[in-house]
């Protein structure tokens, strides 16, 4: 073990007992530090049972868990990401919060919705707020362990106060559902171990051993728990880097980590600083952007490696001049250097920016994924699968019972279903009780309750089967509920996405999950799984596609080539953070995260235009740029030449770019030859034609698929470059205007005439100069 380790990495490795803060720079092996740690503790006799290892996403912990099967087969080590963890314990002591063990974990939308509902109980009048923004306060008030009654006894800005009012009402709504949302498995789990010192020794001595993944991204409530877990037995290895720390917005403390050396007098502390994923290029971008800030522990980033490619630094026209040029780069990158797909990674600020580049890689047949792991379990259909099976596993959730008490058509309309609601409001029971309950409804119609009668009948036959195995349960489910049948009748087929084609892929998810927990699995673990599924868990390395994802998404991910697009003032830095200076400094950081996720190739881009709700506006470069290296970098300016439209013709460099002037344009003097010599000169002074296979035209046939084989694809002709058509004969071409379908070519032919042509549809094939 100890040859594959560097000497940082082994004193990590070898430290037993008491606290350790491993400060861990971008690529420095710290997955490979963590498992080997664990398989050390067990090689000096420390009971599995005994050690705990939190991530914070679901890959980590898969990742760990595979390495560490490697390292000692057979130790059941607990890994697993916090809130995975606290839903662990909540169900062994969810009585102690008033819950019982088989509670629901609301997703985003069945919190909103109860939020909303909740919203409506309280009375509060919202025309200064929304229900998301009173969720997003009573979010913030959880994560600083903030109770309902702690809550409504402070200074409180007017939004809180609204918000205040609502929070008792919507957790007393979440305890009658037997149900929680993300935050209440932090909350729950710090307040019991807070209020419950014979809780909190138990588990003390339970978990002697934790490590901890990304520590700077953890909350108060997280530092909480992992505090009241280290008092007696004080092991508390953490790994993280404060640079990396790009969670504030949803209340990620820094300080959890720049202080833990002052909760932890007696520490040890390791840097790893040894970088096995960039190039020198690469990392001497990310350290001098990243010496900008103030909140920070210091650090060198090394690597062996050797000095790659410059940064590339491009300013384009406009977004969709961006969006074609990379995937032109990409397409040219796989005809040409044997690059895959899989290869290339395009982040972003945010989501909506990939809009563009999804275009421009359709129009190319350029195979793509955006990550984001829920997706699947968001879309309508799985919803609805998903509601019948939290019914059948807790028949108090009320979100799941009004999403599929009419779905499919039952005749059970909206005002059948606020009588019920009204009814389990005054008796205070969930709803599917108030349903049984029907007969008692006096305002019901007789129709009307027959419907909702047989609608409990029927859920009743469905939790017959509630401890089957779980594909058998959603098999039966589909056939009893009628809801294949409804699909087959409502859906149109449209490819992959298809509802009919979801559902059996939900289908195939439930046989793994069936095989995978031969002996323990369980509907409840299997819901579980799917509430706390992350973004980055869709993302699979294997998949030969290009990643689009945003750079929070890509935290902990790696790409051997990656574009970081619109590297722009007011969306990096966002124009919400510029007030603040922390804030701006944890922007540095999410940039910081995403340079130090390419291996080999790093393009950094900006536009001059950039469509903004549909109307094209001027942007400005970040003034991140003004902090990188630009002695080292390439900078590539935009061509005037290849313009859709106007542009403004200045574009507001910042002076201490110090960009470098373009090359001048060199002399053409073939007008002054005969023209018998004009060709011969011409094929002297051309560049090479031949880099790109003339046969191919998309990155679909790049990868396999039907080439044409009488016309060279767009990407293959070059301003200067030697040309023949098959009636005009031998040009050279002198302008290039446009991107993808609407690239134009200016050839002046030998003849004396001057021709323009789409590229996409003209016969012009490129002369071998060596022929």
């Known amino acids: 073990m100890a040859d594959q380790l560097t000497a940082a990495q082994q004193e990590a490795v070898e430290h037993i007992d008491g606290p350790m803060l491993i400060l861990a720079g971008p690529g420095s092996g710290k997955t490979r530090v963590v498992t080997h740690r664990i398989a050390h503790l067990l090689d000096h006799g420390i009971p599995a049972y005994r050690i705990a290892a939190l991530t914070f996403t679901n890959k980590a912990a898969d990742e760990m868990r595979v390495r560490l099967g490697n390292l000692a087969p057979g130790q059941d080590v607990w890994m697993g990401t916090f809130h995975r963890f606290c839903a662990r314990l909540l169900r062994r002591y969810a009585s102690m919060v008033g819950l019982q063990e088989n509670y629901s974990i609301y997703d985003t939308a069945d919190s909103k919705r109860a939020m909303k509902r909740a919203v409506e109980t309280a009375g509060v009048s919202t025309s200064h707020t929304s229900p998301d923004q009173i969720a997003a306060v009573i979010s913030r008030a959880k994560n600083r362990l903030v109770g309902p009654e702690m809550m409504q006894g402070q200074s409180l800005r007017a939004n809180e106060t609204v918000a205040a009012k609502v929070y008792p009402v919507y957790q007393q709504q979440l305890l009658t559902a037997n149900a929680v949302d993300f935050d209440d498995l932090l909350f729950h789990v710090a307040r019991l171990l807070r209020e419950s010192p014979e809780l909190r020794a138990e588990l003390d001595g339970r978990y002697q051993y934790i490590m901890v993944d990304e520590y700077q991204d953890t909350n108060l409530a997280q530092y909480a728990i992992v505090r009241a877990l280290s008092i007696d037995y004080p092991n508390l290895a953490v790994t993280g880097d404060p640079d990396q720390s790009i969670y504030g917005w949803r209340g990620a403390d820094l300080n959890n980590i720049l202080d833990f050396e002052k909760d932890y007098p007696n520490v040890k502390t390791v840097r790893l600083e040894k970088n096995y994923r960039s190039t020198p290029n690469i990392l001497r971008a990310a350290d001098q952007l990243i010496r900008h800030n103030t909140r920070r522990k210091n650090k060198r980033l090394l690597t062996d490696h050797e000095e790659g490619a410059p940064v590339v630094m491009r300013m384009y026209e406009d977004g969709y001049r961006e969006a074609d040029d990379i995937a032109d780069q990409i397409v040219a990158a796989i005809a040409t250097e044997g690059c895959r797909p899989r290869d290339f990674a395009v982040f972003c600020r945010m989501n909506a920016l990939t809009r563009s580049l999804e275009h421009a890689f359709r129009s190319r047949g350029l195979p793509y994924q955006i990550v984001n792991g829920v997706e699947f379990y968001q879309r309508k259909e799985i919803k609805d699968l998903l509601a019948y099976l939290h019914l059948i596993n807790n028949p108090a959730h009320d979100v799941a019972l009004l999403r599929v008490i009419n779905v499919p058509a039952r005749g059970i309309g ?69 809801y294949r049948k409804h699909l087959e009748k409502h859906s149109v087929d449209e490819q992959d996405n298809s509802p009919l084609a979801n559902i059996d892929e939900f289908v195939t998810a439930t046989v793994e999950f069936d095989r995978q927990h031969p002996d323990d699995g369980s509907l409840e673990a299997f819901l579980e799984q799917v509430a706390l599924v992350s973004d980055t868990d869709a993302w699979e390395e294997s998949n030969d596609r290009v990643t689009l994802m945003t750079m929070h998404a890509a935290k902990g991910l790696e790409f051997p080539r990656v574009f970081i697009i619109a590297v722009e003032d007011d969306l990096l830095p966002h124009y919400r953070c510029k007030e603040d200076p922390m804030q701006v400094e944890e922007e540095r950081r999410l940039l910081f995260v995403g340079i130090t996720r390419a291996e080999q190739w790093l393009q950094l881009s900006c536009c001059k235009r950039r469509a903004v709700r549909g109307d094209m506006k001027p942007v400005v470069g970040s003034p991140f740029l003004m902090e990188l290296p630009r002695e080292e970098m390439r900078f590539i300016e935009p061509e005037e030449s290849n313009r859709f439209f106007d542009a403004p013709d200045e574009f507001d460099y910042p002076d201490s770019w110090d960009l470098p002037a373009a090359d001048p344009e060199p002399e053409d003097d073939l007008c002054q030859l005969p023209p018998e010599e004009r060709l011969q000169e011409a094929k002297a002074k051309a560049k090479p034609a031949a880099s790109i296979p003339a046969a191919l035209t998309t990155a679909a046939q790049l990868l396999g698929g039907q080439a044409e084989t009488d016309r060279v694809p767009w990407t293959a002709f070059k301003k200067g470059m030697v040309v023949t058509h098959a009636e005009y004969g031998d040009g050279k071409i002198v302008k290039l205007t446009g991107r993808g379908p609407k690239c134009t070519a200016t050839v002046d032919f030998f003849d004396g005439s001057s021709r323009a042509f789409r590229l996409a549809f003209a016969k012009l094939t490129p002369v071998d100069v060596d022929g």
């Open 414 to 482: 909206a005002k059948t279903i606020e009588r019920v609601r009204r009814f389990a409001d005054e008796h205070r029971i969930p709803l599917l009780e108030a349903a049984r309950r029907v007969d008692e409804i006096d305002t019901l119609p007789a129709r009307s309750a027959t419907k909702v009668r047989q609608f409990v009948e029927m859920f009743d036959r469905l939790s017959v089967k509630a401890t089957a195995a779980l594909e058998d349960l959603v098999l039966y489910l589909l056939d009893e509920t009628g």
